[in-house]
């Protein structure tokens, strides 16, 4: 896979709306959970998320780039049902810049490996 550019990912990041449904700090919950901690923790770990069941089931999984590329590529795919079935990320290269942001996020800050 390639590296991404964390200044490229955060200009995807708010053009393909993640912005929306995810605020980029480790505590506000808009429609889905905050991203700022989530590179490297386990799928559906934020503590004040109701994530749906499919995703739940993935909890021994972690997020990393290898994770996060399938997740982002097909969410459905990758967890039948999940409530981001709609919010694909078809390009390679900007789910590269994506998942390098998301990681610069949680170098960034003090996050628990829950
Ligand atoms: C319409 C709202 C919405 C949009 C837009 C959206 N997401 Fe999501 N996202 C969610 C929801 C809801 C969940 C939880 C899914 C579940 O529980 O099945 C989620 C889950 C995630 C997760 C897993 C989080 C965890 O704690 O396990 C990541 C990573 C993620 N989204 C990244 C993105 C990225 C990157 C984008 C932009 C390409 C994006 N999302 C766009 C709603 C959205």
């Given at each position: 896979?390639?590296?991404?550019?964390?200044?490229?990912?955060?200009a995807?990041?708010?053009?393909?709306?993640?912005?929306?449904?995810?605020?980029?700090?480790?505590?506000?919950?808009?429609?889905?959970?905050?991203?700022?901690?989530?590179?490297?923790?386990?799928?559906?770990?934020?503590?004040?998320?109701?994530?749906?069941?499919?995703?739940?089931?993935?909890?021994e999984?972690?997020?990393?780039?290898?994770?996060?590329?399938?997740?982002?590529?097909?969410?459905?795919?990758?967890?039948?049902?999940?409530?981001?079935?709609?919010?694909?990320?078809?390009?390679?290269?900007?789910?590269?810049?994506?998942?390098?942001?998301?990681?610069?996020?949680?170098?960034?800050?003090?996050?628990?490996?829950?």
């Amino acid at each position: 896979m390639d590296i991404g550019s964390v200044e490229k990912g955060a200009a995807a990041f708010a053009a393909a709306s993640c912005v929306a449904c995810h605020a980029v700090d480790d505590t506000t919950v808009r429609n889905g959970p905050p991203v700022g901690c989530t590179y490297e923790r386990a799928v559906a770990g934020h503590p004040d998320f109701p994530y749906s069941a499919t995703l739940a089931d993935n909890r021994e999984t972690r997020w990393t780039a290898e994770s996060l590329d399938a997740f982002l590529s097909e969410p459905d795919a990758w967890s039948g049902g999940t409530a981001m079935a709609g919010a694909a990320v078809p390009d390679q290269q900007d789910r590269a810049d994506i998942i390098a942001y998301l990681a610069s996020l949680a170098l960034a800050r003090e996050c628990s490996r829950r």
